[in-house]
């Protein structure tokens, strides 16, 4: 199966985290903070996601990029297995409620999958 947005999944095995955090510390601290907490960049241990929440809308943000933002699209400089670690890693930080975060920005997300189960 060709990994991409749409066939994405989040994978939380410790190889995998491992991998994502070393990307995320190599390319992300600068605007994002080492605990996800935002600096230039959202908060992305909130609910609130300016491009949507969850492995998809994760992963397509670092494959595209926010060029209007200043954050530049990884998809030439990563592979998507790496940005699926790094995605799943940034899943990872959800609700670790950094010491100096950034307030909420954009909507609140809902996983909608995640729902459906539910019910």
């Known amino acids: 199966v060709f990994l991409n947005e ?8 410790v190889a995998t985290l491992d991998e994502g955090k070393s990307i995320y510390v190599k390319n992300c601290v600068s605007c994002h903070a080492n605990d996800g907490g935002g600096l230039v960049g959202p908060n992305l241990t909130d609910d609130y996601w ?5 492995i998809k809308n994760v992963f397509l943000v670092i494959k595209n990029g926010v060029p209007a933002k200043g954050m530049i699209a990884w998809q030439t ?5 790496q940005m699926q670690a790094v995605a799943s890693y940034i899943i990872s930080l959800h609700g670790t409620n950094p010491a100096n975060g950034k307030p909420p920005e954009g909507d609140k997300y809902i996983d909608q999958d995640s729902l459906q189960t539910k019910i």
Do not use: F
């Open 6 to 13: 749409e066939t994405v999944t989040a994978k939380m095995d």
């Open 50 to 54: 300016i491009h949507g929440g969850g």
């Open 77 to 81: 400089q990563l592979s998507p297995t």
